[in-house]
């Protein structure tokens, strides 16, 4: 029963280096979803999609890209990753019109 | 979009002491509301939330919100903290799109 699954836990990536951080759940949910947190700040929308095959920005969507692979597995890129992208990242999951079932988190660090 | 504002940003306590969170919104139009909660180190997990009906919800380890639409407010209360609920609590709205806006959140520390 692992709900939603976020690799990796944490990272450390250089400026300009590129990564993708992957999220699975495995509830059946249509509705996926990006966050970022920040101190003082609350969580951010990055991205999400509402289901497969669709895509959308959210609050805070330059610098990154998102792809939905399946109904399970939903992605995100960092093409150039920039310090003010350190932060803490969260996938969510729900069913259409419910609760948000959120991952561990990925804490990444821009150097 | 909304905006969601909560009043306190740390709110420290004794345990035993009562505990009122408070949570503003601004979206004129339908909503459902959601109080989370992060333990130190931990992902984020509901606490409560409200849909409709009943605006009192209880919600999990003795929790409760109060959704006032009047005042566009959904604050968040415990009669007695313990230790075990500090925390970083925060308030969510949704519309009809499913998004989520969160507070900044208000961290709670509760000493023994």
């Known amino acids: 029963n692992a709900g939603v699954t976020q690799t990796p836990k944490f990272q450390v990536l250089k400026t300009g280096q590129s990564m993708t951080l992957q999220c699975a759940q495995d509830m059946n949910h249509n509705s996926m979803y990006w966050y970022r947190q920040d101190p003082g700040m609350g969580l951010r929308l990055i991205y999400y999609?509402?289901?497969?095959?669709?895509?959308d920005k959210g609050e805070v969507p330059n610098g990154y890209n998102v792809s939905r692979l399946n109904k399970r597995e939903f992605s995100l890129r960092l093409e150039s990753a920039a310090p003010s992208q350190t932060s803490v990242y969260f996938c969510?999951?729900?069913?259409?019109?419910?609760?948000?079932?959120f991952g561990a988190g990925t804490r990444l660090s821009v150097l | 979009a909304q905006s969601v504002s909560q009043h306190n940003h740390h709110v420290i306590l004794s345990e035993a002491a009562s505990l009122e969170l408070g949570c503003n919104y601004s979206y004129g139009g339908t909503v459902n509301l959601f109080w989370y909660v992060q333990y130190p180190g931990q992902h984020l997990q509901l606490l409560l939330k409200y849909f409709s009906g009943d605006p009192l919800v209880k919600g999990i380890k003795g929790f409760e919100a109060e959704f006032i639409k009047s005042k566009f407010s959904f604050n968040l209360r415990k009669p007695s903290v313990q230790w075990s609920d500090t925390a970083e609590y925060f308030c969510a709205v949704s519309s009809n799109d499913y998004k989520l806006s969160f507070g900044a959140g208000t961290t709670v520390t509760v000493r023994a």
């Open positions: 999609s509402a289901s497969e095959g669709t895509t």
């Open positions: 969510a999951s729900t069913p259409v019109g419910d609760i948000q079932y």
